[in-house]
């Protein structure tokens, strides 16, 4: 099982919302923060026809979740779609489902409409959605037991010290401009190098950096004294998850 809770809100909005646009086949759109009217995401329609809520629950209990959408009831009713979508983090029962289905009869017209962890796990697990794993690489790099540090012995405790706060800082982490511009510049050019002031970033990017390519398979080799004549032996970061 992938661990949601390390994505923010927003994080999982936008993997629901590429989850749902495969499923359905539809384009699909995403807005800003702020108060949304009871709309998450929605179809190019207007008034839109597709309406999808995401609820961000991993962690939470089922009641907190069913209470939260009880109160989506009105708004849902005031865009009148043909179909409602609801996205979560929780995992549901099957009568969880159609209690959520009952809430909306008008509009959830089965069980499939209402989404869970689960239905998110198995779709992530397909190999044509391994895309998507990677895209969103904070959900296994971060889970416990999904890095494993394998290669030479010898170098074990090295890529540990390399790794020591990669979870607190993955977890923490949305992605930047800079960042991004920093991954194609490696991508395009094969080499960079990142300067700036103390405290503006640097190692922070410099380690999602290496979580993102070692998610493409790469090994890693590093120094710790500012010498490249004694670079360390080849570290590999592989997730499990991957197939």
Same mark, same amino acid.
């Given at each position: 099982?992938?661990?949601?809770? +390390?994505? +923010?809100?927003?994080?999982?909005?936008?993997?629901?919302? /590429?989850?749902?646009q495969k499923r359905l086949n539809t384009e699909l759109y995403l807005f800003s923060r702020g108060v949304d009217k009871g709309i998450d995401i929605c179809?190019?329609?207007?008034?839109?026809?597709?309406?999808?809520?995401v609820k961000h629950y991993a962690g939470s209990t089922y009641s907190h979740l069913k209470s939260a959408l009880t109160k989506e009831v009105g708004k849902v009713t005031g865009h009148n779609p043909k179909n409602y979508y609801v996205c979560t983090s929780l995992s549901l029962t099957r009568n969880n489902k159609i209690e959520i289905m009952n809430t909306f009869p008008e509009y959830i017209h089965d069980i499939s409409h209402v989404v869970d962890k689960n239905d998110i796990n198995g779709f992530l697990?397909?190999?044509e959605n391994?895309?998507?794993?990677?895209?969103?690489?904070?959900?296994?790099?971060?889970?416990?037991?999904?890095?494993?540090?394998?290669?030479?012995?010898n170098?074990?405790? /090295?890529?540990?010290?390399?790794?020591? /706060?990669?979870?607190?800082r993955a977890k923490l982490f949305v992605e930047t401009q800079a960042y991004r511009d920093a991954r194609k510049k490696l991508s395009d050019d094969r080499i960079i190098i990142i300067v700036g002031a103390p405290?503006?970033?640097?190692?922070?990017?410099?380690?999602?950096?290496?979580?993102?390519?070692?998610s493409k398979d790469y090994s890693v080799r590093y120094v710790s004294n500012n010498s490249i004549a004694e670079v360390k032996n080849p570290c590999r970061l592989i997730p499990t998850r991957r197939r």
């Open positions: 099982m992938f661990d949601l809770l +390390n994505l +923010n809100d927003y994080e999982f909005e936008v993997m629901c919302r /590429d989850i749902m179809d190019k329609s207007s008034p839109p026809t597709v309406l999808i809520q697990e397909e190999p391994k895309d998507m794993v990677q895209k969103n690489y904070k959900l296994w790099l971060c889970a416990s037991n999904v890095l494993a540090l394998i290669n030479n012995h170098v074990f405790i /090295d890529c540990a010290e390399l790794m020591s /706060d990669i979870e607190a405290g503006v970033g640097k190692s922070t990017v410099s380690k999602m950096l290496l979580l993102f390519f070692a």
